[in-house]
């Protein structure tokens, strides 16, 4: 979130090569637990409404279900990130997690929308330049699942 801020304010990222950063993957949460799918699930969420224009939100709104369904099926064929929620606690968890993000968001969704019209209002790039970002660093539907 607050990289794609960052970009929206016409900031630019510069790589130092020489830098070393240490970083400890899921230090506050075990991979793969119902805590951690639950945030990434929300601010997924968070995330698109803040930040995306209007017609590539619509877009990744309506491509969710496809990822979900991507999520869903990995549970049953046991094999990639739902079956390891699934696996680290109950067949149920990754639903359960599913329906606690969408009733956080839901519950939050008028503090979110305030905040995009803020994002929007403020940014310093236009949707046009958002659009070549996707298509230059975009990723596909299915590599967001495995």
Not at 47 to 73: C, D, G, H
Not at 83 to 96: A, D, E, I, N, R
Not at 106 to 134: C, D, G, H
Request: hydrophobic share 45%; glycine share 2%; net charge positive.
């Amino acid at each position: 979130d607050l990289a794609w801020r960052s970009r929206l304010l016409g900031w630019k990222a510069m790589s130092c090569p020489k830098s070393i950063v240490y970083h400890i993957h899921s230090a506050t949460a075990k991979s793969h637990s119902p805590f951690k799918s639950f945030h990434v699930h929300r601010n997924r969420y968070f995330v698109m409404i803040k930040n995306f224009p209007l017609p590539i939100l619509f877009k990744a709104l309506l491509l969710t279900p496809l990822r979900y369904f991507r999520l869903l099926k990995s549970v049953f064929i046991k094999k990639g990130v739902g079956h390891k929620l699934q696996k680290s606690s109950s067949f149920l968890t990754p639903f359960k997690v599913f329906a606690k993000a969408i009733f956080s968001l839901l519950r939050q969704l008028p503090a979110v929308i305030k905040k995009r019209k803020y994002i929007q209002k403020t940014k310093k790039v236009s949707n046009v330049e958002v659009r070549k970002w996707f298509k230059e660093f975009g990723i596909s539907s299915k590599e967001t699942i495995f």
